[in-house]
């Protein structure tokens, strides 16, 4: 299965999750490929839209494969493939420190002024636009089940079917559109899998705000 782009991906997620709407669901995205998938969800779903910032550790001689995950509520790492490319300790110090500070100027950037919104109590859905090892997706899952929520729920386009069981693991429900065997990067399933840009983060969760704080027209009485 190929996407259009990353909008498409997330209409056609939305109708697999319908059954949230109207029930006070908070979107969580992770940027910044993750937002618009989020943003469509939210707009479908009349849903909040926030965005959880968890970082992949890179391996040194890959920056695609991860080798763990940072968060807000800590750090995730895969111990064995560490061991197997014999990682040393001062690079994975230097990487968890600059993932930190990147995850701390996104948050000043992408929310501004705005509150981070309450989870506990609410179907939280956690939307990226693919995962791969899913370290990050995982990380943002474990992070949110801290604040407890009623619900929490991952959505993802697309992902390798091995990595499927680790999100199951996590979360109450894992919604994929597509788990293909034959799987080498999520860019590779989509036709526009162009960078999404800081300003494109900004203006979406404005958008979705927008949406949310309109003035909701009453329906017409019948006569």
């Known amino acids: 299965m190929t996407f259009k782009d990353r909008a498409q991906a997330g209409r056609l997620l939305a109708k697999k999750l319908e059954r949230y709407a109207g029930t006070d669901a908070l979107v ?7 937002v618009p998938v989020g943003a469509e969800i939210a707009l479908a779903l009349s849903a909040d839209l926030d965005i959880v910032i968890p970082r992949k550790i890179p391996a040194p001689s890959d920056p695609e494969l991860a080798i763990g995950a940072v968060s807000d509520h800590g750090v995730l790492l895969n111990d064995d493939l560490i061991r197997s490319l014999s990682v040393t300790r001062d690079y994975m110090r230097e990487a968890v420190a600059k993932e930190r500070a ?5 948050s000043r950037l992408y929310r501004g002024s705005e509150p981070v919104p309450s989870i506990k109590g609410r179907t939280v859905i956690i939307v990226d636009d693919g ?6 997706m995982l990380a943002a899952l474990r992070g949110a089940k801290t604040q407890e929520p009623m619900r929490l ?13 680790t999100l199951e693991a996590e979360a109450d429900e894992v919604v994929v559109l597509s788990t293909p065997a034959l799987f080498f990067a999520v860019g590779q399933f989509y ?4 960078q999404v840009s800081d300003e494109e983060v900004q203006a979406l969760l404005a958008r979705v705000r927008r949406f949310r704080n309109a003035p909701k027209t009453p329906p017409e009485e019948s006569p």
Request: aromatic fraction near 6%.
């Open 153 to 165: 729920v991952a959505a993802v386009p697309v992902a390798p079917p091995e990595t499927v069981p």
């Open 28 to 34: 969580l995205a992770l940027p910044r490929g993750g």
């Open 191 to 194: 036709e526009d899998f162009t």
């Open 131 to 136: 995962v791969a090892t899913g370290y990050t």
């Open 102 to 106: 990147e995850i701390e100027r996104r």
